[in-house]
């Protein structure tokens, strides 16, 4: 019986090239990596092809290859000292030590693409984080002081994508905004007063408030604290549009919800007008008319036996700076979320969520 001859894998060269220039054009930094892996189909070693669908996802596109960006990171992959080096790693049996060059152009090309925390791990592996946080913030406060708004705020928006979290486990990790956690501890505590809760605080200290919750960085949202008054607000406003597209959706819903408190107040009143007269006949109710309806009607849908905190952990999810003018209350026996403004409030009419046709406002 004859004896099998094992072959030596060959590894398709230009594929690899590809495949890193990919990784590179696309920011991502997870895919970079990964093909640097034991089982990576860069490495001989490893049984695995890119030739095969389990891995075209690493490939580029014929219409990727034809762009700028991509035939820049191909030329920056192919330089003769780049080559070199990823061949290099690619041979060793260790921890690899990725190239400085294209994990640089890699970082800004996931800046470009708002990928921040893909952003963050390519400049923190070339020990660079802090000062490019620090440029992207010098940067952001000229464009405000030259009135550029949409600018700076995309400045500081960079700037907290780039923040990191020393303390995460099993090790560092980028600091992600997490509103449906940060939501819970704004209104955690029920409030003693009503004139307690966090949406009709007065106008400099909800802004205040506001950006330490959007910005959950305490050097960054320090910066942005530190603005001046209208400035400030202007700045706010910006944000809140930039970080959350469908803003215009949910200011919508939350005068819809306005209407309903309103309507559920005048009935009230009108069956306790009713009573004092000795009429006892109630106000007819239509299927679903219960005060519950408006957190449904903030949210855009029902959550089936939801609990405040289940609505407004998706709020802050959906719309980060919803939860900034809603207040716990208890009616009856229901702990509900509901509608709250401080009266004239200059952060709510400047974010569109009232106008003066808004009930309530």
Known sequence: MAKKIATEKIVNDELVAQAFAKAVADGDIVNFRLLFASFSPARKESPERFETEKYAYLLPTPSETGTQV??????????????????????????????????????????RLGKFSFAAQAY???????????????????????????????????????SYDYAAFPE???????????????????????????????????????LEYLLPDGEVSAR???????????????LVRQTDPDWGAFCKRYSEACALVNSFGERARNREAAAAAGNSTAEPSEPGDTPAAVMERLLGRTIE?????????????LHPASVLFIARQVIGEKELLLPRLRSGSRVAQSLGLVTADTPGA
């Open 70 to 111: 991509f035939r820049e990171a191909l030329d920056e992959i192919r330089s003769a000292e780049n080559w070199k080096h990823l061949q290099s790693e690619l041979a060793a049996k260790r921890p690899s030590q990725l190239p400085w060059g294209p994990v640089m152009r890699l970082g800004d090309n996931a800046v």
């Open 124 to 162: 923190e592996t070339l020990r660079i984080r802090r000062r490019m946080q620090a440029l992207f913030l010098e940067q952001a406060d000229a464009a405000v002081a030259a009135g550029d708004l949409p600018n700076g705020v995309r400045g500081y928006r960079i700037a907290l994508g780039l």
């Open 172 to 210: 560092p990790l980028p600091l992600v905004p997490n509103h449906q956690t940060s939501s819970l501890r704004l209104h955690g505590i029920y409030p003693k007063r009503p004139e307690d809760g966090v949406a009709v605080l007065d106008e400099s200290a909800h802004v205040e408030a506001a």
């Open 224 to 238: 942005a604290r530190a603005f001046a008054g209208d400035t400030r607000l202007a700045f706010l406003v910006e």
């Open 305 to 317: 036996g939801g609990q405040w905190w289940q609505y407004l952990k998706e709020l802050g999810y």
